[in-house]
């Protein structure tokens, strides 16, 4: 055999045993890419994605507004926890556009199982309902009550089948709370074995008075007495519930989005709820996304994944794409064409740069930069 074809030969039987390794060989990344998108004016799988009611009998009915045009939530997809990403999937997903690989930590830490991820994704999106909700009717200046209830109860601890998740937490050892953290605070004052006395209103009580646009009722109160234990990581006193922030609403508001996850949807979700109560288009009937968490006061948080949501948008059409101020300058690095990133850090900036697209005025947008 000629030393040329032998050459040849070896470097072609190399190249395929390097391929046939590395589609073999697991590395320890995942992959993100771009998700669904949903706007949050119109509906999904047949159902309005927001649903203002009205309540029979009740005389301070909402006036709901029909408008056109786009407000969509954005999403990522990313591998599952099962998945074990190669070293040529990993190249490739390094190539594309429409991709990122990252480090399958950042999707799926050590210390928590994919289950308690998933977890943690729901409650997310479940309070990021909420304060776009409060965020939303603040915005209109509807009134807006809030209080401490259980948000979660940790299953085998104290607190277990003693309180339930829903619960309102009106006072800790006949304090009144009106934080989530005081909660904590008042508990820890305890050593541990030692017991904590709750008063609160049950779950099923109070969400009936928030369905009539109530606040719920002392005279449904009880007191509840709880045992505290040792907390593993510092050895303070605890009894296994996580407080949370809950409202109170002048009517009830129905946000139905199945499988999706996290708190990045907040901001998209208070504008359409604006949208509804409004005579104002605020959209003019443009296509606009965007993304960001918010907070019971409207101010937007920044998210992760940016990049691969604003591919998405603009796969589905968006002209304009709300982006959170702490996204702005890595989404402006790899920018789809055609898309206008403006830079949002608040619900009144959000409904500002509305106003300017509608109207026209688009050379007046605070447009993202790269540094």
């Known amino acids: 055999m000629p030393r040329r074809t032998a050459t040849l030969l070896t470097s072609a039987l190399l190249l395929i045993t390097m391929f046939c390794v590395g589609a073999l060989l697991n590395v320890p990344y995942a992959e993100m890419s771009p998700g669904p998108t ?19 009998g009740r005389a301070d009915k909402p006036k709901k507004y029909r408008n056109s045009g786009h407000l969509n939530m954005t999403t990522v997809s990313v591998t599952g926890s099962e998945y074990r990403m190669t070293l040529v999937g990993a190249l490739s997903g390094w190539l594309r556009h429409d991709s990122l690989v990252v480090p399958y930590e950042t999707l799926y830490p050590d210390d928590k199982s994919a289950k308690e991820v998933d977890r943690e994704n729901a409650e997310e999106f479940s309070a990021s309902q909420e304060s776009a909700k409060a965020a939303a009717l603040k915005e209109l200046h509807l009134p807006v009550s809030t209080h401490v209830l259980v948000g979660s109860v940790e299953k085998g601890a104290p607190a277990h089948n003693r309180l339930h998740a829903g619960d309102v937490i009106t006072a800790v050892d006949g304090t009144p709370v009106g934080k989530a953290e005081s909660v904590g605070k008042l508990v820890t004052e305890h050593k541990p074995g030692e017991k904590v006395t709750f008063t609160v209103i049950p779950a099923a009580e109070a969400k ?39 409202h109170t609403f002048p009517f009830e508001i129905d946000i139905k989005l199945a499988d999706i996850g996290g708190p990045s949807a907040g901001l998209m979700f208070a504008l359409g709820i604006v949208d509804k109560l409004t005579p104002t288009n605020l959209t003019g009937g443009k296509f606009v996304a965007g993304t960001g968490t918010i ?42 064409d055609g898309l206008t990133l403006v830079k949002t850090s608040s619900i009144d900036d959000a409904l500002s740069s509305l106003k300017k697209i509608r109207s026209g005025k688009t050379d007046e947008l605070t447009q993202c930069k790269a540094h």
């Open 38 to 56: 949903v706007n949050t004016l119109g509906a999904h799988d047949g159902d309005p994605v927001l649903n203002v009611k009205d309540e029979p």
């Open 208 to 246: 009936a008075a928030q369905k009539q646009g109530k606040k719920p009722s002392a005279k449904d109160a009880r007191k509840v007495t709880v045992g505290t234990e040792k907390a593993s990581d510092d050895g303070r006193a605890v009894v296994g519930i996580q407080p949370a922030v809950g």
């Open 295 to 336: 907070d019971d006061d409207g101010k937007v948080g920044e998210i992760g994944g940016i990049q691969m949501k604003t591919v998405g948008a603009r796969k589905q059409g968006a002209q304009y794409f709300l982006t959170p101020a702490g996204n702005c300058a890595t989404a402006a690095q790899d920018k789809p």
